[in-house]
């Protein structure tokens, strides 16, 4: 399901690498072919589950749960797009609610909620309260995974990341705007509008100047690590009958990561 996304939304924000090899739009021979591809991907998904899980009893738990998501992530792709057009900036678009509903439907379900709740049906835990239960911490681990990616993508190391970030050249609705927004005088915000979502390298770099001097790196530390509490916090709240150390798992695999 990652693959099928990660090929379409590659050509959707036309971006140049991922994970350090270039994206597989840009590879020779392929170009706009890779959007068959991508449906190929996801076709693949169902014939997998047929083949390996029907005649389960949680084969249509899982059909309904990869639906369900497929569904909620295309909606987050959508208002993504809708929010960031690379033809306009608007930066009255980047709201922190908008941003969060963003990212939640985006990124948090596919990524966090479905791979445990897929486990869960499998082994037999299909209660509604359970499903709820790690849904509320899953969710809010996305959101913490997908601030970081935009930290990442304007500060991160390509050689690490495997990946040239490109979210300021394209008008992403990112944590990194939408914080910078929240600090900024209204000198700086003409700045920001002058050089945000623009191709040109100079005018990124007065962006990413301007996230700079507004201290966004130290400001991310801090969130990094209140986020890291609130997510643990959560995971003792919620994990009652859920083994507790599989949340602490995740939580401890992307804390701190650097790609």
């Not at 990660?6 to 971006?15: E, G, N, P, R």
């Not at 929010?83 to 990524?111: C, G, M, W």
């Not at 993508?153 to 050689?159: K, L, Q």
């Amino acid at each position: 399901l990652q693959a099928f996304f990660l090929v379409a939304d590659d050509i959707m924000d036309s971006s140049l690498t991922r994970r350090g090899h270039p994206c597989w739009y840009k590879k020779e021979g392929i170009g706009l072919d890779a959007v068959n591809d991508s449906f190929l991907i996801e076709a693949s998904i169902y014939r997998l589950l047929k083949r390996y899980c029907r005649g389960q009893p949680f084969y249509l738990n899982l059909l309904e749960l990869f639906l369900q998501t497929s569904y909620q992530t295309e909606l987050g792709q959508a208002l993504d797009l809708m929010t960031a057009p690379q033809t306009e900036v608007d930066l009255n678009r980047f709201t922190e609610q908008r941003y969060k509903t963003i990212v939640k439907y985006k990124t948090a379900f596919y990524s966090f909620y479905l791979p445990v709740a897929a486990a869960m049906y499998m082994a037999g835990i299909d209660g509604e309260e359970d499903h709820a239960h790690a849904k509320a911490i899953l969710l809010e681990m996305g959101e913490f995974f997908q601030i970081q990616d935009d930290f990442l993508d304007c500060f991160g190391d390509p050689n690490v990341t495997g990946k040239i970030g490109t979210d300021i050249q394209d008008n992403k609705c990112s944590w990194l705007v939408v914080e910078c927004l929240k600090r900024a005088s209204p000198e700086q915000r003409r700045l920001l509008e002058e050089n945000y979502g623009q191709k040109d390298l100079e005018k990124v770099a007065h962006v990413k100047q301007l996230y700079e001097d507004l201290g966004l790196p130290a400001i991310y530390q801090e969130y990094e690590e209140s986020s890291y509490q609130r997510l643990s916090a959560l995971i003792s709240q919620h994990a009652v009958r859920l083994p507790a150390q599989i949340f602490f798992g995740l939580a401890q695999k992307i804390y701190k990561r650097e790609k």
